[in-house]
């Protein structure tokens, strides 16, 4: 069985202790798909370190965080677009293989709204000028969101919808912007709404992620949480969808490779 995790950030502080454990536990339960996406500039080379540690389990990704736009943001704009630079070069082997996350978060700070739907918007532009998807990240801010989405709708645009925790309303509304829904932990959570309506949403418009470390599936939440995880996440989308998990793995797998182009 193969499955891809379609976000998780392996680079992180809290895997500094065991980092060649945990990317083991995860490839012994099948997830060998990594897709890592960015924060900010303090970050890139701790991910170019997790690329080169494992070549051909890890994918990358560039962009600005939603929660990391402050004063600076033009200058970690920049670092963005100066890093997709380099690797979009002709002879290079390396590639980014979205934009992401970016996004809208209102829930811990509104400060930076205006600034935070310039930098979603401007990293759009990018994604598609390197013809990437993207991956978006949208925390209490789906109207803000689907704005930005609707000024720049076209061919050129598509990504997943990452962690998605909305209505269903808000479910086709994402897949109307040519999204797929990364699905996670929140839909093993009690209170996690989701799962009463995921199963009238097709499984072709469904990832799977961890959000590796948060946002752990039960029965782990509210702990660290790792890719390796994911087959709890797999294991709900069986009930829902009643299916095997190895379809499930299949089709959630070929979804990744439609939208990352590997
Ligand atoms: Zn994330």
Known sequence: MILT?????????AFD????????????KGVIRFFVPAIDSNYTKAMYAVEEKYPEHVFLMMGLHPTHVKANYKEELIHV???????????????????????IDLYWDKTFLKEQ???FRSQIQLAKKYRLPIVI??????????????L???EKLFGIFH???????????????NMKLGIGGVVTFKNGKIDKFLDKISLDNI????????????PYRGKRNESSYLVNVLQKLSNIYQKSEEEIAIITTKNSKRIFGI
């Open 5 to 13: 995790d379609t976000h998780t950030h392996i680079y992180s502080e």
């Open 17 to 28: 202790e065991d980092q060649d454990e945990m990317m083991q536990r995860a490839i012994e």
């Open 81 to 103: 677009e100066d890093e997709l630079k380099k690797r979009f070069k002709e002879g290079v082997e390396k590639k980014f293989y979205a934009v992401g996350e970016i996004g």
């Open 117 to 119: 739907q310039e930098a």
């Open 137 to 150: 990240h949208c925390r209490e801010a789906f109207e803000e969101v689907f704005e930005v989405l609707e």
């Open 152 to 154: 720049e709708k076209d």
């Open 163 to 177: 962690c998605f925790s909305g209505t269903i309303e808000d479910a086709h509304r994402a897949i109307g912007y």
């Open 207 to 218: 990832v799977l992620e961890t959000d590796a470390p948060y946002l752990a599936p039960t």
